[in-house]
């Protein structure tokens, strides 16, 4: 008995360990409080996001974050736009964590993402087709509103993508959290043709 106990404890444990509950919640939230600031990003065409994990959970742990690039409904490219695993110096060491991002569709047909953390800045550009505009960068969780966020797993939290056409002919942006669908399927649901998804892990 106690050996088919250790097995079943040993076949058990990479499944625990593939993605582990913790107590780390998100949140975000959309512009800057300074009106004339938040007018400047407007006239710029720039989306700007608060991202914020708080939870005892983040001690000592690494992240990495990953850009996704959805075209007519299939996955076409996965960037790697950081690993806190470069240089011990990026690991998290307090029981918050925050970044902000910022995304512009650029006058030369890009969208030009910018990932703003505490004392350093990653950029990455993406070349857009010149039929694909009206961008918008959204999240995947009511505003002010927390989400938990499992350890040892990649989980989507923003998208940045176009408007749909609704039955009635309306242009309207998809309320993400509100959909029923996975991330991965709003496109092929809502017949957007481009759009991006920002996703993180917590290791």
């Known amino acids: 008995m106690r050996k088919l106990t250790l ?25 800057v409080e300074n009106e004339d600031l938040m007018n400047v990003l407007r006239f710029q065409g720039i989306n700007y996001t608060k991202v914020k994990f708080t939870g005892t959970d983040l001690w000592g742990k690494n992240f990495k974050i990953y850009l996704r690039d959805f075209n007519q409904n299939k996955l076409v490219k996965t960037y790697e736009i950081f690993d806190s695993t470069e240089d011990e110096f990026f690991k998290v060491k307090e029981q918050e964590f925050a970044f902000n991002v910022l995304v512009q569709r650029t006058a030369n047909n890009k969208a030009k993402f910018d990932f703003r953390f505490l004392g350093f800045g990653v950029v990455k550009e993406i070349a857009l087709g010149a039929d694909q505009k009206d961008f918008m960068l959204k999240s995947l969780q009511t505003e002010n509103n927390e989400t938990s966020i499992s350890l040892n797993k990649t989980q989507t939290i923003l998208s940045f993508m176009t408007p749909y056409q609704s039955k009635n002919g309306v242009i309207k942006y998809i309320d993400v959290n509100q959909t029923g669908a996975t991330p991965e399927e709003l496109g092929k649901k809502f017949k957007i043709p481009r759009y991006f998804l920002i996703d993180i892990r917590f290791d």
């Open 7 to 31: 097995l079943l404890t040993t076949l058990l444990l990479p499944f625990s360990i593939a993605s582990a509950q913790s107590n780390i919640k998100l949140s975000t939230s959309n512009g």
